[in-house]
């Protein structure tokens, strides 16, 4: 690496090309003195192995699983059920050892990996092309943005209300660069109001953003969206929780241009946080603008089929100025276990899981209105989760610890992301939880409330 600044009349030469006498003058120059350390890090001595290893397992044991806990969490994470044949299959080391697949010469297995994700996304979604994934459900909906904005070179997002927050934040970041402004589209009763798209809608719009179901949990009636959208001549744009799908019509079937999402619950742990698999799917005629990769099938000179990037919008090897994402890479073992789970449970399998969910949590909605202080937050149609209210005078901090102490996570305090909602409480129910822990969650709620 002859080009680094190895010896001291290196970095002279360096400070001297860019005009500073010292290193201490280019720090200066770049982060206040008031924000810089004084004095040593106060570090603790150093540990042998053996030493850190036992502080590790402590450290670890803070934390909770969801396997010592019964979880009614979600918002954009949920707590399924995974077949022990998915961590035995991505564990393989040729998977499990996998990062980009630059030489496909030598990548065969992990880039059918890929083609398979992708023809399950497209299949789940009914639209024509799937990338090889993204980051996570946030980054995808961004790049779904700036690939409108930049589709129609227009300035302004439309997005509906009940857009997860912490995605918006992904959102604002992304554009943010680009000088977008985006304007929400109010809700009526959790679901997006088509007369205020319509009032919204112009010539100044790239895109509307629906979210479905929405962060609340209400499914949103994405049919009459579609052809209003389209004759502002933008682009629909739909972030959907690929679980739903095994119940609700497919984005592709009210025709939405791209459909975006987080795609966690298909095999994947909840990791804590993270990392987590973004999906990107289009119609056709938007394939060559795709962010990211995409992996194709074809047939070498003696016949024999073998796989392929067939697109790479971002890479080293092309002008960066024709580049249409700075994505660079994909989730392929998070894509992987999503395949492996999908291809277990089968289309079958699948919608047995999806109507699981929906039952269990319309049977613990409607027996948490059995307690007189609780109501729905909204009444419309939901999948599997749902807002409740609690009383207004209830401390909702003391009752989300009286709940763990009972071995229960009791949702999400809606208040800490949607301030409108301060007693708010949203729950999601998946496949795992069995009748006997709704109920006694149902009672160490009602016990708990003040």
Same mark, same amino acid.
């Given at each position: 690496?002859?080009?680094?600044?190895?010896?001291?009349?290196?970095?002279?030469?360096?400070?001297?090309?860019?005009?500073?006498?010292?290193?201490?003058?280019?720090?200066?120059?770049?982060?206040?003195?008031?924000?810089?350390?004084?004095?040593?890090?106060?570090?603790?001595?150093?540990?042998?192995?053996?030493?850190?290893?036992?502080?590790?397992?402590?450290?670890?044991?803070?934390? #909770?699983?969801?396997? *010592?806990?019964? &979880? +009614?969490? !979600?918002?954009?994470?949920?707590?399924?059920?995974?077949?022990?044949? @998915?961590?035995?299959?991505?564990?393989?080391?040729?998977?499990?050892?996998?990062?980009?697949?630059?030489?496909?010469?030598?990548?065969?297995?992990?880039?059918?990996?890929?083609?398979?994700?992708?023809?399950?996304?497209?299949?789940?979604?009914?639209?024509?092309?799937?990338?090889?994934?993204?980051?996570?459900?946030?980054?995808?909906?961004?790049?779904?943005?700036?690939?409108?904005?930049?589709?129609?070179?227009?300035?302004?997002?439309?997005?509906?209300?009940?857009?997860?927050?912490?995605?918006?934040?992904?959102?604002?970041?992304?554009?943010?660069?680009?000088?977008?402004?985006?304007?929400?589209?109010?809700?009526?009763?959790?679901?997006?109001?088509?007369?205020?798209?319509?009032?919204?809608?112009?010539?100044?719009?790239? #895109?509307?953003?629906? *979210?479905?179901? &929405? +962060?609340? !949990?209400?499914?949103?009636?994405?049919?009459?969206?579609?052809?209003? @959208?389209?004759?502002?001549?933008?682009?629909?744009?739909?972030?959907?929780?690929?679980?739903?799908?095994?119940?609700?019509?497919?984005?592709?079937?009210?025709?939405?241009?791209?459909?975006?999402?987080?795609?966690?619950?298909?095999?994947?742990?909840?990791?804590?946080?993270?990392?987590?698999?973004?999906?990107?799917?289009?119609?056709?005629?938007?394939?060559?603008?795709?962010?990211?990769?995409?992996?194709?099938?074809?047939?070498?000179?003696?016949?024999?089929?073998?796989?392929?990037?067939?697109?790479?919008?971002?890479?080293?090897?092309?002008?960066?100025?024709?580049?249409?994402?700075?994505?660079?890479?994909?989730?392929?073992?998070?894509?992987?276990?999503?395949?492996?789970?999908?291809?277990?449970?089968?289309?079958?399998?699948?919608?047995?899981?999806?109507?699981?969910? +929906?039952?269990?949590?319309?049977?613990?909605?409607?027996?948490?209105?059995?307690?007189?202080?609780?109501?729905?937050?909204?009444?419309?149609?939901?999948?599997?989760?749902?807002?409740?209210?609690?009383?207004?005078?209830?401390?909702?901090?003391?009752?989300?610890?009286?709940?763990?102490?009972?071995?229960?996570?009791?949702?999400?305090?809606?208040?800490?992301?949607?301030?409108?909602?301060?007693?708010?409480?949203?729950?999601?129910?998946?496949?795992?939880?069995?009748?006997?822990?709704?109920?006694?969650?149902?009672?160490?709620?009602?016990?708990?409330?003040?």
């Amino acid at each position: 690496m002859d080009y680094l600044p190895n010896t001291p009349a290196d970095r002279e030469e360096m400070l001297r090309k860019i005009g500073f006498g010292s290193i201490r003058e280019l720090i200066d120059s770049a982060i206040p003195r008031e924000l810089q350390l004084k004095g040593k890090l106060n570090l603790p001595e150093p540990l042998c192995e053996y030493e850190g290893l036992k502080l590790g397992s402590r450290l670890a044991g803070f934390n #909770c699983p969801s396997s *010592q806990i019964i &979880s +009614f969490l !979600g918002a954009g994470s949920y707590d399924h059920f995974i077949p022990a044949a @998915v961590s035995v299959i991505t564990s393989r080391p040729e998977f499990y050892t996998a990062y980009t697949p630059y030489q496909a010469e030598v990548s065969q297995g992990t880039l059918q990996a890929i083609f398979e994700f992708q023809s399950l996304v497209a299949q789940l979604t009914n639209m024509d092309v799937a990338n090889a994934s993204m980051y996570d459900g946030g980054s995808a909906i961004a790049e779904a943005a700036i690939f409108a904005l930049n589709q129609t070179n227009r300035s302004k997002i439309l997005y509906g209300e009940g857009l997860n927050p912490l995605y918006l934040d992904v959102l604002t970041t992304y554009t943010a660069p680009t000088g977008a402004t985006l304007i929400p589209v109010k809700a009526v009763n959790g679901r997006v109001s088509k007369d205020e798209l319509e009032k919204l809608l112009g010539q100044d719009i790239a #895109c509307f953003i629906i *979210q479905n179901p &929405s +962060f609340c !949990g209400v499914i949103q009636d994405g049919f009459q969206y579609g052809d209003i @959208v389209h004759q502002a001549g933008a682009i629909y744009i739909v972030a959907a929780d690929p679980t739903s799908l095994g119940v609700l019509a497919p984005p592709g079937d009210y025709n939405a241009d791209i459909v975006v999402g987080e795609a966690q619950s298909l095999g994947n742990p909840l990791y804590f946080g993270g990392p987590y698999l973004g999906f990107y799917a289009a119609q056709g005629k938007y394939t060559r603008k795709l962010p990211g990769r995409l992996s194709g099938i074809t047939a070498d000179v003696e016949g024999k089929r073998g796989f392929v990037l067939t697109l790479q919008t971002r890479e080293q090897h092309i002008r960066r100025e024709k580049a249409t994402s700075n994505i660079c890479t994909n989730q392929a073992l998070c894509a992987l276990a999503a395949t492996v789970y999908l291809s277990l449970l089968g289309e079958t399998g699948f919608r047995d899981m999806a109507r699981q969910c +929906f039952d269990k949590a319309h049977y613990l909605s409607s027996e948490l209105l059995n307690i007189p202080s609780i109501n729905m937050l909204f009444q419309a149609p939901f999948f599997k989760e749902f807002a409740i209210t609690l009383p207004e005078n209830q401390d909702i901090d003391k009752l989300y610890q009286k709940m763990l102490g009972k071995g229960f996570i009791p949702g999400l305090p809606l208040g800490k992301y949607l301030h409108q909602y301060p007693n708010g409480l949203l729950l999601a129910v998946t496949e795992k939880r069995t009748k006997k822990e709704m109920d006694e969650f149902i009672k160490a709620l009602h016990e708990a409330i003040q």
